[in-house]
């Protein structure tokens, strides 16, 4: 929020105005504690805040961006899940990942080895029980033990599942278990080479790679916008809303049907400054 630490009542403002003006989604970080150059910063706990938005918005999809299975026991985060969904009436997107952040891990507790291997028993628990609604699962690092979701939320199979990953490994898991993909930060110039590793992965484990959604996070300056020192690390997108629909175009021509776009500024006046790129794209 341009540096300022927005509170619920900012983030419902926000979320409103951003389905009043014609945002399709919702998206929020799972981060709990952040180190930069600039200094230490926190965040809400994002499952608690998807919850309040899905009950106080009526159309837009929510979903984390994405959520790290290492915070957070797989079998209740299914049931987290499935209950989001269920306050949302069927608009939760369940993005999923291995996380990356090691002050997060050390500092709240949870381990930071092996994350990959955590993530492949994680996401069998999770999809067994979104899917099937029950799972018996003994692994190394998880156990799950003839776990049933009872009451279940608005979807049979329970809200798709999105992982975010451009690793080889990772990428067949999202092959094998996801619904959508998404490429997080990458520019146009880099989307060929790491889509082309998406049908690869998609072929290692015998799906056709059009089954699986295209989405991409995409950082954009509007005009006159400074970003702080976290996002100088990745490329940023900025121009007039006839460029950056332009821009966004691209995105839709290289097979990314779903954009999260990281607006800065990321205030009500940044979310009201894009909305004519919307009706651009309209």
């Not at 269920?86 to 709240?108: C, D, F, Q, T, V």
Request: aromatic fraction near 8%; proline fraction near 6%; hydrophobic fraction near 45%.
């Amino acid at each position: 929020m341009a540096g300022e630490t927005p509170h619920w009542t900012d983030l419902l403002a926000m979320a409103r105005l951003a389905e009043d003006v014609g945002f399709d989604s919702l998206w929020l970080a799972d981060h709990l504690l952040m180190q930069f150059p600039f200094g230490t910063i926190g965040a809400w706990e994002c499952w608690s805040l998807l919850a309040a938005l899905a009950a106080s918005t009526q159309r837009v999809e929510l979903g984390p961006l994405v959520s790290c299975t290492g915070y957070r026991n797989p079998a209740l985060l299914a049931k987290m899940a499935d209950t989001v969904d269920e306050i949302s009436g069927g608009r939760l997107i369940l993005g999923l990942g291995a996380g990356w952040a090691k002050l997060e891990h050390r500092a709240y507790g949870y381990p930071f080895d092996h994350r990959a291997s955590r993530f492949e028993e994680a996401i069998q628990i999770i999809c067994g029980l979104l899917r099937e609604g029950r799972m018996d699962f003994a692994g190394r690092y998880y156990q799950a033990r003839e776990c049933e979701l009872r009451p279940r939320g608005p979807r049979a199979q329970g809200p798709p599942i999105l992982i975010g990953t451009a690793r080889p490994r990772m990428l067949r898991l999202a092959a094998r278990y996801a619904d959508c993909w998404n490429a997080e930060w990458k520019t146009l110039g880099q989307l060929p080479e790491l889509c082309g590793a998406v049908d690869v992965a998609c072929a290692d484990v015998g799906r056709a790679p059009t089954t699986l959604v295209r989405t991409a996070a995409v950082r954009i300056d509007l005009p006159n916008a400074q970003r702080r020192g976290f996002g100088m690390a990745h490329a940023s997108n900025s121009g007039n809303p006839e460029e950056i629909a332009a821009i966004l175009r691209g995105y839709a021509a290289a097979g990314i049907t779903h954009i999260q776009a990281w607006i800065n500024p990321n205030t009500p006046t940044g979310i009201e400054a894009f909305a004519p790129i919307l009706n651009l794209l309209d």
